[in-house]
């Protein structure tokens, strides 16, 4: 007899021995026969709740899941699974009463002609599980209220500017197993919903923070920049974090970011930049991310002391280095990051000697990141350009021509690790 919690619980099982059996950083199974036969599994069981479900919604998600599953074992021709990918649109609920959840998006080359472009952008796959930790921590979230009681006087709204701020959308976390596309990508660690299914951004949006790809994304691109640009204790400090702590301050820094985009007096405008076309992405990077700086060391229930804090630093800035070497020349996070930087040096708070490491000043960062949240927000609230490119400029970057200025021996060797990467792989290939 058909029993939903059993079946439930024995995807679980399998989805654990998968999750255990993927070989990081590109999430390829260490085992494939043994990735086949489970799959193979839960295949077969999504096949039972396909046909005994309790609700026509879960039986059809079973169905279309368990194909897609097969699919990428190699069990059905790609043809049958565009034919179903082209026929529904699965939507994913935030919460759907269940512990599971298996989705697929479309974005593959070879897919094209047999559907509309729309529908082929994204084609990618895993089983995402709840997060338990993550949700809790997502739960004890500053609100936008509480953030902007905190912020300094001289950039804390009014109450008619915080009346008109829009609430941050739904964050939920999870951890994954990836099986394809865009997903199997290392960094590929969330996904903002409606967008990323194809519908248009309307309605209620919300966020899948994937924790255990984050994590893992930070130990196999982030840490190695660190180890070469950080001082060599803050890089043992951050080599012996646990799992579950770098996950704690990850989504800590993705969440945070978010809220400071909506804090302030000015938040977030996706239209009217008012004198900042080209270069109001950048400002406003800058401007959320000092705000999330400075309410980290003021969130006891999310950074509860300063041993908490010089780590949470640690990881913020061993970040900075990634978005940094990735590419400042057309990325907003990325530009905004390397003037952050140039900023916490020019005063002391980060120094970078003739070893060319970062070391911190974590008594000087505190009053280095109080100045930074105010002049960031004073550049978009005052809205002049000539005053803006004026700060960046004096922080290495050329806001118009989106380069970096006059890269000093540190930030030319943080840019340059890249392309010496790229190169290495392009000779090994």
């Not at 255990?20 to 096949?47: S, T």
């Not at 020349?329 to 002391?348: I, K, Q």
């Not at 930074?372 to 005052?382: D, E, N, P, S």
Request: charge should be negative.
């Amino acid at each position: 007899m058909f029993d939903l919690d059993e079946t439930l619980t024995a995807v679980m099982d399998c989805v654990d021995e998968l999750r255990d059996n993927q070989a990081e950083p590109l999430g390829l199974p260490a085992d494939p026969a043994r990735a086949h036969a489970l799959k193979r599994r839960i295949a077969g069981l999504l096949g039972e709740i396909a046909s005994a479900g309790p609700t026509p919604g879960l039986r059809e998600i079973a169905r279309l899941r368990r194909g897609w599953i097969l699919a990428n074992n190699d069990d059905v021709k790609q043809d049958e699974l565009a034919r179903e990918v082209a026929q529904v649109r699965i939507r994913y609920p935030v919460d759907e009463g269940y512990t599971f959840d298996v989705g697929y998006l479309v974005n593959d080359e070879g897919l094209q002609g047999r559907m509309s472009r729309r529908e082929a952008r994204r084609y990618s796959g895993w089983i995402r599980t709840k997060h338990a930790a993550g949700e809790a921590l997502i739960a004890d979230m500053l609100s936008v209220d509480e953030l902007n009681e905190q912020l300094p006087a001289a950039i804390r709204p009014d109450e008619a500017h915080m009346k008109q701020a829009v609430p941050p959308k739904a964050y939920h976390v999870y951890n994954a197993v990836r099986f394809a596309g865009e997903a199997g990508r290392a960094e590929h660690i969330a996904n903002f919903w409606p967008e990323d299914e194809g519908s248009p951004p309307k309605g209620q949006k919300w966020t899948a923070i994937y924790a255990n790809l984050y994590t893992q994304r930070f130990r196999t691109r982030a840490m190695p920049l660190m180890q070469r640009h950080g001082s060599l204790s803050d890089v043992a400090v951050l080599l012996a974090l646990p799992d579950a702590q770098l996950d704690h301050h990850l989504i800590c820094i993705i969440r945070g970011h978010e809220l400071g985009h909506f804090a302030g007096p000015v938040p977030l405008r996706l239209t009217g930049y008012q004198g900042f076309e080209g270069i109001y992405p950048i400002v406003e990077e800058l401007r959320a991310d000092a705000t999330w700086l400075f309410a980290s060391s003021r969130s006891p229930k999310l950074i509860p002391d300063e041993a908490a804090w010089h780590d949470h630093m640690r990881v913020f800035w061993a970040e900075a280095l990634r978005y940094i070497n990735r590419d400042v020349h057309g990325r907003a996070d990325s530009a905004s990051m390397l003037a952050a930087l140039n900023f916490m040096r020019a005063r002391g708070a980060i120094t970078t000697g003739t070893d060319l490491r970062m070391h911190f000043d974590f008594e000087r960062m505190r009053p280095a990141i109080d100045d930074l949240v105010v002049r960031a927000t004073h550049l978009i609230q005052r809205g002049e350009r000539t005053r803006a490119n004026a700060f960046f400029a004096e922080h290495g970057y050329d806001l118009d021509n989106r380069r970096a200025v006059a890269p000093d021996a540190f930030v030319e060797r943080v840019l340059s690790q890249r392309h010496a990467e790229e190169h290495a792989m392009n000779i090994s290939g």
